[in-house]
């Protein structure tokens, strides 16, 4: 049983007019088997909470703190925040070029594990994965994203969350550029993460589309960066016929 | 809408003091000592090289004794009696083309002499050791290197230790010939290298020249090719890896001066540390002559660190329209954090992630290199070039 708890952060990037908070108090608990879905329109700030948990550079925390376990996330380097279970699966993956998918899997693996997993088990448990996300075997030879289309992207970040069995997995946008074929897969290689292990699951989306195939136990409404609402699943069925426009309006 | 400044900007270039070539063809060469001028660093070929530095190798000075050991590892048959100037094959193939390579041709009276005979094939690497026997001490070198007619071998020149080097390399590639020659530039940090590499690629026969630069203070090399016949096929290769204050220069010059011939250059290159500098200049030029002809050539450079330069200039000079396929493509680019975060968000340490960049980048000109006595020193020496850049920056 783990949790991960964020409270009351406020975080701000640098731009050229300045500095710009962009999270303005956001408190969430997210324990082992939960999906917790974090809908907001764009330019929310959605995508700043995920990265910001992660260890993104790019992100100044100007208070408030993230612990899981217990233990301070802020204060450790994006390596030992993935070391100690957090995994972000990213809207838009980075190109690695001239590393094969099949060599940055096992040195993930060996990361996170202390020690290299063993060949002979850790190939078949690979060659399952990427079975059961209908990926083609020649894609570990491949470089990792290098010309990958967008929904073989979001197949080799879930084959990685599959893989490397994090504590607590954060999804941003998985679903956005999916087709409705790939986003069935892409869902299901979730849903067998979060049956085979007790995984807590922070669903970042814009639509409401996904949570037909990952059922949410909670759902959060994330306007102006921070949360507007919370709710059970009847939340998602409300935006879906309402949109965000009721939230719109009572901007600060 | 761009304003316009009150100064005009003073481009160094503009006050190039010698009229540039109309074509790379027209570049001198000679074998007379006073037909180059000492290089004051304005002329076009010289204009990146920090040319104050390299006084010792533009004088017209003998070698130092001992000042360079030798050691010839080839089969008995492939080791010929020295050539003197003006006797063959020396200067058919390699007449000099700057300051650098004209004194040391003039003050070298023998030249080390390799031809693999006719149809002969070798399974292992032909090697010449060089080591330098100190810093700032003149050695004037001179090789010639030839295949004979559907011959294949592999010849290392290995270049160890410290001295101000002058080395001239002539390569004959007989007809339907395999050569391939590889330099590795393993200086210690206080050499000087003034390097000529000349090639004559026969009639069907493949010709690979991979150059390696890791040490020395300069390194200069030219590594010029021109076919015999139709059907030579051609591959320069380089990889180079800079720290501070380090000056790797590569030159590369096709003449494609025959029908039907192939030539693939690809250079890459990292740079690290304050003042890292690294130059390539690739000339193809595909004269009339050269029908149904085939040419890409391509550098790429990685900065690592603040403070480091790397200048790329492709020049391709076409003079018929009836070719297969011509093309060049340049660039640097910046060592790019968001990999660095994609890797270690996955766990990895920051030293590996950088690791695994960066070999990443040398990933496709190290499977082209393929040759495992090249390949598995380069890696080790690239992992030990970072693990110092690490360890410096801790």
Known sequence: MATLEIKDLHVSVETEAGDKEILRGVDLTLNSGETHAIMGPNGSGKSTLAYSIAGHPKYTITSGTVTLDGEDVLAMGVDERAQAGLFLAMQYPVEVPGVTVSNFLRTAKTAIDGEAPKLRTWIKEVKEAMGQLRMDPVFAERNVNEGFSGGEKKRHEILQMELLKPKMAILDETDSGLDVDALKVVSEGVNRVKENSEVGVMLITHYTRILRYIEPDHVHVFINGRVAESGGPELADRLENEGYDRYQGAQV | ?394
């Open chain 2, 1 to 394: 809408m761009t304003l316009v400044t009150d100064k005009p900007h003073n481009d160094p270039q503009t006050q190039v003091a010698t009229i540039p070539d109309k074509s790379r063809a027209e570049r001198l060469t000679s074998f007379e000592v006073e037909d180059f001028a000492v290089p004051t660093g304005r002329e076009e070929e010289w204009r990146f090289t920090p040319v104050d530095r390299l006084a010792g190798l533009f004088s017209d000075t003998a070698t130092d004794a001992d000042a360079v050991s030798f050691s010839t590892k080839v089969p008995e048959e492939a080791l010929q009696a020295a050539l003197a100037a003006g006797v063959a094959p020396r200067g058919t193939v390699l007449v000099p083309g700057d300051r650098g390579s004209v004194v040391g041709s003039a003050n070298s009276p023998e030249a080390t002499y390799i031809k693999v005979p006719n149809d002969a094939e070798y399974a292992e690497p032909l090697r010449v050791d060089i080591t330098g026997n100190g810093a700032g001490r003149r050695v004037n070198s001179h090789i010639v290197l030839e295949a004979g007619s559907h011959s294949k071998a592999l010849i290392i020149l290995d270049h160890t230790g410290s001295a101000d080097f002058s080395g001239n390399v002539e390569i004959k590639v007989g007809d339907g010939a395999d050569l391939t020659v590889v330099t590795l530039q393993r200086w210690a940090d206080d050499a000087n290298h003034l390097a000529q590499h000349d090639a004559v690629v026969g009639r069907d026969a493949t010709y690979k020249h991979i150059a390696v630069s890791l040490g020395g203070s300069i390194v200069r090399m030219n590594s010029n090719v021109r076919y015999a016949g139709p059907g030579g096929d051609a591959t320069l290769l380089g990889v180079y890896f800079a720290d501070a204050g380090q000056h790797l220069e590569h030159r590369s010059f096709v003449d494609h001066n025959a029908p039907q011939c192939k030539s693939l250059v690809t250079y890459k290159g990292a740079l690290q540390g304050e003042t890292a500098h690294t130059v390539w200049v690739g000339d193809v030029l595909i004269r009339a002559e050269a029908e149904g002809i085939d040419t890409y050539e391509l550098n790429r450079n990685l900065v690592l660190s603040d403070g480091a330069r790397a200048d790329s200039v492709p020049n391709l000079e076409i003079e018929t329209g009836d070719i297969a396929g011509a093309g060049h493509a340049s660039s640097t680019g910046r060592f790019d954090d968001e990999q660095l975060f994609y890797l270690m968000s996955r766990g990895v340490s920051e030293d590996e992630a950088r690791r695994m960049v960066v070999r990443g980048f040398f990933a496709d000109i190290i499977a082209k290199i393929g040759v495992a006595e090249v390949v598995d020193p380069l890696m080790e020496a690239i992992d030990a070039e970072l693990a110092l850049d690490m360890k410096g920056e801790a």
